[in-house]
C-alpha cells in the first residue's frame, strides 16, 4: 500500500472515531476542570501526568460523558489529579499516582 493510501486509511479511521465519540457524547476538555457538569462523569487517558496537569500536555487528555455511556473497562481513579472524583482506564487505576510519578503498585 502506498503512503498516500496508508494516510487515507488513517483519516478515515480518525473520523471514524470523532463521530463515534460525538455519538457517545465525549466532551474533550482543555486546561484543568474546575467541576463537572450534572449528570456526566469526568475521566482521562493512561499518560503518565501531574496532579495539577492541564490536558494537553505530554499527551495527557481528559473529557466528559453522560455517566450512562461511561466505559465499562474504566475504574475510579485515586490518582490525585485536580481532586475531583474522576475515572481512568483500570490498568491506569490501579498503579498510578500523581504525587509519586511512579506506579503504585508493582507492575
Not at 486509511?9 to 450534572?38: F, L
Not at 485536580?82 to 490501579?94: I, Q, T
Amino acid at each position: 500500500m502506498s503512503k498516500t493510501n496508508d494516510a487515507s486509511e488513517w483519516w478515515k479511521e480518525v473520523r471514524r472515531q470523532a463521530r463515534k465519540s460525538k455519538s457517545a457524547g465525549v466532551r474533550y476538555g482543555a486546561g484543568r476542570p474546575r467541576q463537572i457538569p450534572p449528570g456526566r462523569v469526568l475521566a482521562h487517558n493512561h499518560e503518565q501526568h501531574g496532579a495539577d496537569w492541564p490536558g494537553g500536555a505530554n499527551g495527557f487528555r481528559w473529557w466528559t460523558c453522560p455517566k450512562e455511556k461511561k466505559p465499562r473497562h474504566f475504574l475510579r481513579c485515586e490518582c490525585g489529579w485536580v481532586n475531583l472524583p474522576h475515572f481512568a482506564h483500570r490498568d491506569h487505576a490501579k498503579r498510578f499516582k500523581c504525587s509519586t510519578f511512579k506506579p503504585s503498585q508493582s507492575m
